[in-house]
T-cell receptor, first 112, second 113 residues
Framework: DGGITQSPKYLFRKEGQNVTLSCEQN?????MYWYRQDPGQGLRLIYY???????QKGDIAEGYSVSREKKESFPLTVTSAQKNPTAFYLC???????????FGPGTRLTVT | QKEVEQNSGPLSVPEGAIASLNCTYS??????FFWYRQYSGKSPELIMS????GDKEDGRFTAQLNKASQYVSLLIRDSQPSDSATYLC?????????????FGSGTRLSIRP
């Protein structure tokens, strides 16, 4: 089956710890994205990558880091510098014009 | 700041009626627009894409685009309880960074029996 997988579905961490969220796609899409969604809010772009070994900051990149070593994988690290990390994190991938994006199931991160 | 604006709702529509969801955008360079459906606690699902002025129909869904007025809408005919969800409008971010999409904050739709 083609699709986007994110793991884990739920993640709990203590303040001060870095945590890495996984995102894998087998759709052969060039572009991958990370968004954050807070309750009752829209999606805010954290980072995106249009090609392997290259990525760009989105609107709220501070406190986050990414890598794109393989076309299929785009992990997101939430660092201890992120002041309010508790949120629903969504990974998406897309291909070509008009750049439709398809989402994974999401990871709900809770930091206490 | 490029924006996509939606009324947050909730929009309550009786079962079987037409639900009309609206969206405006500020970036005249936006070329493509998308409607996503998001059930509570789930990730967004792409339901419609539209790139040209006019209407595009897919089953019970019709997307409408008016680039002169910078206006996008989604009509849902014969509304069903399963249509109750938050609908996100999104548009590409201008010409030069076409792989980015700007999302609205969503309209919550409730279909009442």
């Amino acid at each position: 089956d083609g699709g986007i997988t994110q793991s884990p579905k739920y993640l709990f961490r203590k303040e001060g710890q870095n945590v890495t969220l996984s995102c894998e796609q087998n759709l052969n899409h060039d572009a991958m994205y990370w968004y954050r969604q807070d309750p009752g809010q829209g999606l805010r772009l954290i980072y995106y990558s249009q090609i392997v070994n290259d990525f760009q900051k989105g609107d709220i990149a501070e406190g986050y880091s990414v890598s794109r070593e393989k076309k299929e994988s785009f992990p997101l690290t939430v660092t201890s510098a992120q002041k309010n990390p508790t949120a629903f994190y969504l990974c998406a991938s897309g291909q070509g014009d008009p750049y439709e994006q398809y989402f994974g199931p999401g990871t709900r991160l809770t930091v206490t | 700041q490029k924006e996509v604006e939606q009324n947050s709702g909730p929009l309550s529509v009786p079962e079987g009626a037409i639900a009309s969801l609206n969206c405006t955008y500020s970036d005249r360079g936006s070329q493509s627009f998308f409607w996503y459906r998001q059930y509570s606690g789930k990730s967004p699902e792409l339901i419609m894409s539209i790139y040209s002025n006019g209407d595009k129909e897919d089953g019970r869904f019709t997307a409408q685009l008016n680039k002169a007025s910078q206006y996008v809408s989604l009509l849902i005919r014969d509304s069903q309880p399963s249509d109750s969800a938050t609908y996100l409008c999104a548009g590409t971010s201008g010409y030069s960074s076409a792989s980015k999409i700007i999302f609205g904050s969503g309209t919550r739709l409730s279909i009442r029996p």
